[in-house]
């Protein structure tokens, strides 16, 4: 059974930091290319980054650019997402998704406030 369980959110003030950390399990982590997905309150779901199966490929949404970063540790099966600079407009749930079959984690909650 494949699994996402996505861990890291919180509160955070304007300008701060946080890393969100996504455990996969079920199946062959290293073998496909994971996203990061957002859905701020009242709004639909906003593509946030994406990382091929190796790691050495990266994408962005122009709204995170330059203060996100995607990872993965592939011996881990775990995929990351540093967000630093953080803004009120990054609060949102935060999803992990694997494309390939349409899988998704549970989410975790950001907010961004002082």
């Known amino acids: 059974e494949v699994q996402l369980v996505e861990s890291g959110g919180g509160l955070v003030q304007p300008g701060g930091s946080l890393r969100l950390s996504c455990a996969a399990s079920?199946?062959?982590?290293?073998?496909?290319?994971m996203s990061w997905v957002r859905q701020a309150p009242g709004k639909g779901l906003e593509w946030v980054s994406a990382i091929n199966s190796g790691g050495g490929s990266t994408s962005y949404a122009d709204s995170v650019k330059g203060r996100f970063t995607i990872s993965r540790d592939n011996a881990k099966n775990t995929l990351y997402l540093q967000m630093n600079s953080l803004k009120p407009e990054d609060t949102a749930v935060y999803y992990c998704?694997?494309?390939?079959?349409?899988?998704w984690g549970q989410g975790t909650q950001v907010t961004v406030s002082s």
């Open positions: 998704r694997r494309a390939v079959g349409g899988y």
């Open positions: 079920g199946f062959t982590f290293s073998s496909y290319a």
